[in-house]
């Protein structure tokens, strides 16, 4: 019972993070799974079963609040699907020793990426409620991102969120949604992978079980939150903890000594603080400019009058 609390505890916050920032539910989960023992592959598997049920919460809650887009789903989520069994199979086929150092600097990869780019370059902001993007630029970006999805035990939302808010074409709470939603057709694909990979390996109940729980109960909360919490700030503090989590894999796997492993976490501190700081920094100037300019306070209308 203890261990289904804690799972569920871990799946509450990971689906909190997502809702609001549209990734990092597999990061966060598949990292705290390898730091809970569990192995890659299993971990991986775990997460994208309980996905199929978080996801779909997630999705319906989105759509209740009018933060999704139809066509970017299909067409991001299909060719998402295809790279997702795909990375799955493949990660099925890793023996645990090689697959932990792997799947660790993906996610490692992925939480630098998350912390830079929600601190010394936040989304643009769109107000436009439908993608302009055709399947040229989603197919491919799908693939990729389902892939990696699957392979590094997440992935979907720091690949898929950041390359279409980038562009500023659309709002962010379309692209959140949107991508939360179709991420259901990932989830699918990769438990497909993983079973027949893995077979019965892989149901663990009171993992599966805590991480949808947690999910679920948190999707609602997470469709609204995304309306109301500061990206930026909420990124910095989520990719410093990836950061932290899969650093401590990589260093137990290349057998570093406590002075390399000291010297690496105090790196990362000072890095994560200043990167914390720097988004704090960016977000009170930028409101305080709202305030300087009443035009602007409504993007909206600013866009209307554009």
């Keep these: ?42 971990a991986s598997a775990s997460v994208h079963l309980a996905e199929v049920g978080t996801t779909l919460a997630a999705g319906a809650s989105h759509w209740r609040f009018g933060n999704v887009d139809w066509k970017l789903v299909l067409r991001l989520g299909v060719p998402g699907a295809i790279g997702a069994f795909l990375g799955a199979t493949a990660l099925s086929a890793l023996s645990t020793d090689d697959a932990a ?31 302009p993007h055709r399947a040229k630029f989603l197919s491919p970006l799908g693939l990729v991102a389902g892939f990696v999805d699957a392979s590094g035990g997440g992935g979907w939302g720091p690949v898929a969120t950041p390359a279409l808010l980038t562009a500023g074409k659309t709002a962010p709470r379309t692209v959140i949604g949107s991508v939360d939603t179709s991420e259901f057709m990932v989830a699918v694909a990769a438990s497909i992978g993983f079973l027949v990979g893995l077979g019965s390996e892989v149901l663990d109940p009171y993992t599966i079980g805590g991480l949808l729980l947690g999910g ?15 990206a930026p700030v909420l990124g910095t503090a989520v990719g410093g903890i990836i950061v932290f989590t899969n650093a401590r894999t990589i260093l137990r796997a290349l057998d570093a000594s406590s002075t390399v492993t000291t010297i690496v976490y105090v790196g990362i501190s000072l890095v994560w603080a200043a990167a914390v700081a720097v988004a704090v920094t960016r977000l009170r100037r930028s409101r305080a400019e709202g305030a300087a300019l009443p035009e602007d306070r409504d993007p909206v209308a600013a866009g209307e009058k554009a």
Excluded at 3 to 21: K, Y
Excluded at 216 to 230: F, G
């Design 216 to 230: 679920v109960l948190a999707a609602p909360l997470a469709a609204w939150l995304v309306t109301k919490v500061p």
């Design 101 to 131: 150092p792997y799947m660790s600097g993906i996610l490692l990869a992925l939480g630098v990426y998350v912390l830079l780019r929600f601190s010394f370059r936040p989304p643009k902001v769109s107000t436009a409620r439908t993608s």
């Design 1 to 42: 019972m203890r261990t289904l609390i804690v799972f569920a505890l871990v799946g509450f916050g990971a689906q909190l993070v997502d809702g609001a920032l549209g990734m990092a539910y597999g990061v966060t989960s598949t990292s705290l799974l390898l730091i809970a023992g569990v192995n890659p592959a299993t």
